[in-house]
């Protein structure tokens, strides 16, 4: 379970929250270059072998739900009650912590319920059924198109990793092989943010074009396969996401 190089530092970026919601970490939350530290510094002491195969999970039976720590709550189902734990939720958040988990080295590992939306304090609460028949269907698909650009995109499941930038709000980053680049872009905050991202590093040069593939968004996921604009005379990629939203694009070599 890999939480040292993914769900610690996911959580505390896009949420703030340790992963049992005992407590709110500030200082952590929002804050792009820690997260992408935590990261890079973490994955650097894994084999490569296990890095790819390391179970990636934004949930699991020992801890609160994912959607559960958009809400920023510090509780327990003891202290706050069930109910609580669905309160006060940000989807926004949700999908961008999706598109990571797909996106970042390891195998991206769902704990049953939270592809639908289902939400839980900490052990046993967690544990509550599938939500049959009130599944959030908009989130299903959103896991549905990602596991199929993993599958379209190979250097998403085995190519090397390469940090881009982070800051106050955001985060870059860049899969890649022999034959392919991927480029996950994250914006938390609720504003808008234009970002200028060294392109370069990947062996892209100027004037390269860039596929969209997928956006997420305050209203839900978009598959766009638009063009991004050509990297500029420095081989930089200018890109603006509106506030809470993701977005992931690719190019071949």
Not at 91 to 98: L, Q, T
Request: glycine content about 8%.
């Amino acid at each position: 379970m890999n939480y040292d190089a993914f769900m610690d530092p996911v959580s505390y970026f896009l949420t703030g929250m340790e992963k049992h919601s005992d407590r709110c970490c500030e200082e952590l939350y929002q804050n792009g270059e820690q997260c992408l530290r935590s990261l890079t510094e973490t994955m650097a002491h894994l084999p490569e072998n296990a890095l790819l195969c390391a179970m990636n999970q934004l949930s699991n039976h020992d801890h609160s739900r994912f959607l559960t720590r958009t809400n920023r709550t510090v509780g327990r189902v003891a202290t706050l009650g069930s109910a609580r734990a669905g309160e006060g939720i940000d989807k926004a958040i949700f999908r961008e912590a999706v598109l990571m988990l797909y996106t970042l080295p390891g195998a991206p590992t769902i704990y049953y319920g939270d592809e639908a939306g289902q939400v839980g304090w900490t052990d046993p609460d967690n544990r509550r059924t599938y939500p049959w028949g009130h599944e959030d269907l908009e989130l299903i698909d959103l896991h549905r198109a990602l596991a199929h650009l993993r599958q379209a995109l190979p250097c998403l499941k085995d190519g090397s990793y390469l940090p881009l930038a982070g800051g106050e709000g955001y985060v870059a980053y860049a899969r890649f092989n022999a034959s392919a680049c991927a480029v996950a872009i994250v914006n938390c905050l609720e504003r808008p943010l234009s970002l200028r991202l060294p392109l370069w590093r990947l062996g892209l040069s100027a004037g390269t074009v860039l596929t969209e593939r997928i956006r997420t968004t305050v209203e839900g996921c978009i598959r766009t396969d638009m063009q991004t604009d050509a990297l500029d005379a420095q081989g930089c990629l200018r890109v603006t996401l509106p506030g809470r939203s993701s977005l992931l694009c690719s190019c071949a070599y």
